[in-house]
């Protein structure tokens, strides 16, 4: 196969040197913050504080449902 046949594709692409790898500036402010908060040693405490606060939610709204139901 001819490289300098008119049909061929050129990839010279691939060979700039203006490639921008700065992820983080490209990344909207939702994205960084999911990123900071859900991942990671601070997205475990994050998910195990969520986690707790939805049990002692559920907690109280069972107990004080438990006293207006039983309050006879």
Do not use: F, P
């Not at 700039?16 to 909207?28: C, F």
């Not at 960084?32 to 907690?59: E, F, H, M, Q, W």
Request: charged share 15%; hydrophobic share 40%; proline share 0%.
């Amino acid at each position: 196969m001819d490289s300098n046949n008119a049909d061929s594709v050129h990839y010279g692409r691939w060979n700039d040197d203006n490639i921008n790898m700065n992820v983080e500036a490209s990344q909207s402010t939702a994205m960084r913050i999911y990123n900071r908060v859900c991942t990671g040693s601070l997205g475990v405490a994050v998910k195990a504080a969520g986690a707790l606060a939805a049990l002692v939610s559920v907690y109280v709204i069972g107990y004080v449902t438990g006293y207006y139901v039983h309050r006879v």
